[in-house]
């Protein structure tokens, strides 16, 4: 049975995102530095259990066209230490949808794998780490969780959230359980996202995912 231990650059991976959320920045909201420092606990926990790591099929989807360059372009911002152990790991990772309906637009336009969380390859209860990917001119429908306390980074490209606010790499933004959000992406550049989820080990394991305007 594999374990972390076994796969260098995937331990490397989790440093960095402790990385992230150690030092990024709350803007003095004690909800935000609250989740920052779950997030930490929670990778900590699993890192010192030394995890199983399973890898299924590498899987590519068509916004994967993107992420060589979303890739490149990170390496010149302030995520680069991220980015440049995911460069080593991206040959390995499974894309997904995570919905059973998808828009047409948005099936070419957008994917996400996780990295560590209950459908692994490195395999959590606790906490579910992982990246989206969106290519430009990309409209991601709103949509909220049920349960599930949600961060993003941003690595590279730039997008908006709700329409209030442009997140440029190293800006981190916060959706709290039950909170709707919608995210569009610049006309050029692809956006690449580090993300974290937290909740109950059921509200992980059992989340299903639904735009607004559609039973879950």
């Known amino acids: ?120 390859p490195v395999l959590s209860k606790n906490v579910i780490l992982g990246l989206v990917l969106f290519g430009p001119k990309c409209t991601y429908p709103e949509h909220s969780h049920d349960g599930i306390s949600e961060s993003y980074i941003c690595l590279s490209g730039s997008v908006s959230d709700s329409n209030y606010s442009v997140f440029t790499p190293g800006s981190l933004f916060f959706n709290p359980p039950e909170k709707a959000h919608r995210m569009t992406t610049g006309d050029f550049e692809p956006t690449l996202l580090a993300y974290a989820w937290t909740g109950t080990p059921e509200k992980l394991a059992n989340q299903r995912m639904s735009f607004a305007g559609r039973k879950s």
């Open 1 to 120: 049975m594999a374990r972390l231990s076994d796969h260098v650059d995937w331990q490397y991976v989790f440093r960095e995102y402790w990385h992230l959320y150690r030092f990024g920045s709350a803007g003095g909201n004690p909800v935000i530095r609250s989740h920052l420092k779950d997030v930490r606990n929670r990778l900590n926990a699993e890192l010192e259990s030394n995890p199983v790591v399973e890898f299924d099929q590498p899987v590519q989807l068509p916004v994967c066209a993107w992420l060589g360059r979303a890739l490149d372009q990170g390496l010149s911002e302030r995520t680069a230490p991220v980015v440049r152990v995911l460069t080593r790991v991206s040959g390995q990772l499974t894309w997904r949808y995570g919905y059973e309906r998808m828009h047409k637009s948005l099936a070419r336009k957008y994917a996400y794998a996780e990295l560590m969380g209950p459908n692994g």
